[in-house]
């Protein structure tokens, strides 16, 4: 079996060549983290490379697009789809999951973005106030002070740390019921950890349920569900926080932030470090075996934590398949086409179909029964 390293190296040629970029532009584009307390894993160097490669190809991501060659064959209909997103379940030994915002989006948690009647519930008050659009306004708003900015973020967490257990995300369960599988997600919203056991899910974006020091004093995170409560509580129907439940660092005395990529200093220790060692792990313990990479709902943001590693991992390892599903796009490599599926549809509806059909299916009766 190859090196880690060596299966990176191949991995990036292959998707280098797949998006026809010359080998010495790429790596001008490289950086290079000068100080590590950490040895970089081989999902997280797979990130790193990807991102940075994208720095030239800015064009194509700012147009929703793709700078990747992409399968020019017709999708087949909505129903043999969901035929063949069973049978490629079936057919896998194991699952690596890519969950992002779409997933989320589609069973309810669709405020982020948008000024709808989910938004209105949960942050009605600010919306009226200061004329939000969506939570994520919110989020980056130039706040005058820190307890009107704790009053924002608390509701904020207090809102996705008590959101009931999503269907799209009970769906899923169902379908990985008898699968081996590995959960890694950017989302922060702690929808994956209420499902699953911490070992199975890797945050490389963050969690919720976490602070962390704004000046990155410390490697520490500390718990945010507690305090989060107690702001809620004592904020009431108002829109700050009391001045003494403003979180700050312990160590430092410094306002803290959600551990979460967005909000300014991101930590990226131990915690952080720990996310990728877990994918990476479980990549190197199955790369023999038939592995699903099943993409669900990843944005344009940042398609270079899961959607192009997927595609490389898939395209380099050769018993490894490939889905996607997203409603709004439909991206599937030419490279990988013989071994992808792409469906453009809700994401919910697409998880529900594809549950029914596996409870009905010869294969689970069996493996029920067995």
Known sequence: MPSKRSFIDSSLKLFIALAQINMDTFYQHLFIIAERRYPVTLYEQLVVELTNRSFSLQAAYRSSGTPYELSDREPEPYD????????????????????ASGLSAAGGGDFYYEDNATYRRHFGKFAERYGFRGAFEGSFYRWPTAEARWGYLATFLDTTLNAPLRKPYKDLDAILA???FFVLTTNQDTQFVK????EKVAEIQGDHRFFQCSRCCTDEVWDAV???????EAMGDGLEVPAELVPRCPHCGAEAFPWVRGY???????????QYRKVSDWLDAHARQRILFLELGVGRMTPAFIQEPFWALT????QASYIAVNNKTQFLPRMIEDRGLAVRADIADVLADVRKTLGGSTWRRRKQFA
């Open 80 to 99: 043999q789809q969901i035929v063949d997103f069973a049978r490629m379940i079936e057919e896998a030994d194991c699952v690596l999951v890519g969950g």
């Open 178 to 180: 008898e699968k081996d």
């Open 226 to 232: 507690e305090p989060v409560s107690r702001m809620v």
């Open 195 to 198: 499902l699953y056991p911490w």
């Open 315 to 318: 395209a380099q390892l050769p």
């Open 264 to 274: 300014g200093n991101f930590l990226q220790g131990e915690l952080y470090e720990e």
